[in-house]
């Protein structure tokens, strides 16, 4: 589980938020930070490969809108 639940921006722009899923925090903390590669990342959540590839596309695509746009983040946690 991710220790933030939101970040805000500022300036804040679109005052809409981005919802990231908590499954897509996991997939690019393995992935971006503790650089396992998509089969490894896929293994230790019990998805496979192109289920890691799409989490990591959305909240990459998710995290870049929000700081582009000056949205909130925050983080579902089913």
Excluded: C, H
């Amino acid at each position: 589980m991710p220790f933030t639940e939101r970040i805000n921006p500022s300036p804040r722009g679109n005052d809409e938020p981005i919802y990231l899923d908590v499954a897509e925090v996991e997939a690019l903390k393995l992935v971006d930070l503790d650089k396992l590669t998509l089969e490894e990342a896929g293994e230790r959540m019990s998805v496979s490969r192109n289920t890691i590839w799409r989490l990591v596309q959305s909240g990459r695509e998710k995290l870049i809108r929000a700081i582009v746009e000056g949205r909130q983040i925050l983080i579902q946690k089913d």
